[in-house]
């Protein structure tokens, strides 16, 4: 694969993370605005771990996916008791407030003569561990496959466990749920801080790869990218969300032809896709058929 | 202390041009219980299509306000036919997601059209300063509370004195009365639709012609600060959106004056996500309006 390649598909595998992210929340029966609030908080802390405290970098990533997933939990926890456009909204706030606050957190150490860490509106640079260890990107796009691939085996085991269907059911009709016994409030926490993780671990494999992150990076454009993604792809399974990154960015960005034109045509595509199938392309009755045609 | 009146006045002048665009998303969600993402980016192609009356002939305020009307309006329609009209009544997700593709869609070929960073728009020349006492008030500000005014009256004469706001206000409360008692609810949505897009149009130029410079970046500037009134407000009502306009722009200017820009920033999404958790019906308060219960389901 040559270097450009190697980019596009890293882009995609770590847009990925957060597409899935809201997706989880989407299935929860919850709108989030505020995703890449997360992503965030996983690459800023992921960096700091790894460039100003001088962490290992897996140490780095855990601690990203902790403090995500934590965060995500403690947010959740006030906030789910709105529901619908209200909940919608305060994940908005949520995510503004920590992009407003990023562009005010200074927090520098010398490190081997260079002052090193997040500094304000000016960003937070010099995130080189991979680089320093030597690792090539087509190793790291290993990394971040292999990290995706566990996500989506997570999703894969909770939808062979009860996870997924208690999930389905507290997002399709809390009423019901409440009525069959399920916690609809620990559920959906349980779900906005699994989101949380998801998002986290995706902002600190990016960090580790931009090596350079800036608070204006985790603005709501990417966040309602994000929610986008998996509304297009389609709510039926987690391959939805990535079909959907994979469209957007594999499809348009790599195709020069569309130079320029990429958001006109992107727009256009989604907005026909829509109106022939509202649940996106991989949607409940698509995936029931094709599990179905796989049983035979 | 005579800063704080001084902030009060500036943020209700700006707070009054934010209810207009509260009061356009609450008109739409009201009738069709979804959101419109596309409805900022829809008022930037009005105001551009101002700018470039502006730029290119050398127009005068009216017709360029006309044409940031217009603009708005077209842009508003092909958002209702493609996002709202086509699809299913069921998919409020679906049209949520559709608007936001045309946001980007329309985003982007405006700024094909328009590849400067920033575009003059015409402003109010040559009115004075007003002075009240220790106070001032920019002229710009004073036609913009006036204006709002004006509009808030109007609408609603059309809501409560003839038949299409009776329609409107009969299909924002319940879609299935309103179709059983013949009211031809896609006409209604479509004409509510191009209302708030007006409104939404004036709102924009208003604020076009008060920085007196324009960039592609309005459209999501006018798609956040109408979402986030109209939310404060308390969904579902007119002067809950009024209401919650005028204390985000009072809340800005104080924030702006006492903390800086990234004071105001952190100030204000710290306040909005506080109020959301404290005071989930909004500032209006008051009845379940039906909107309100649709918007506590998943939209």
Redesign the interface.
Known sequence: MDGYTISVLSNIGLFAFLAISAWIL?IA???SFGQQAYFAIGAYSGGIATAVWQWPFAAGVVIAVALGAAVGALVAW??M??????Y???T???A??TR??L??FTYRRDIEGFATGPDG?NGFGDIRWVYEAGIEPGAYLAIIAGCLGAVIGLVALMSYGRGMARLRIV?EDPILAAMQGLSVTRTKIAAASLAGGIAALGGALYAHLATYIEPAQFS??TG?HA??YG??GGLGTVLGPILGVLIDIGLLESLRVFA?????V???L??LV??VR??GLLDEPTMRRVQAWLRR | MIDFVQNTLDGLAIGSAYGLLALGFTLIFGVMRRLNMAFGPSILVGIFAGAWLHSHWSAGMIPVFLATLAGAVIASAYVERLSFAAIRGDAALASMASSFALWMQLEEAVARVFPQRTYAFPTFEGLPMLELGPLFLRPEYLVMFLTAAALVAGLQVILTRTLFGLHLRTLSDNREAARVSGVNVAQVALLTFLLAAAIGGVAGFLIAATDGQISTKLGMWATMKGLIAMVIGGLGSMRGALIGGLALGVVEAQAQWYLGASGREITTFALLFVALILLPVGLAGGAETGARAEAGRRL
């Open positions: 989407l029966g919850e709108i006030p906030t008791r709105l529901s619908g456009l209200h919608a909204i305060a908005l706030a949520f503004e407030l407003a606050s562009n005010v509106a997002g709501v454009m309602v929610l986008a509304l297009i320029g034109y990429r958001m006109i992107f727009g256009g989604v907005v829509l109106i509202p649940r």
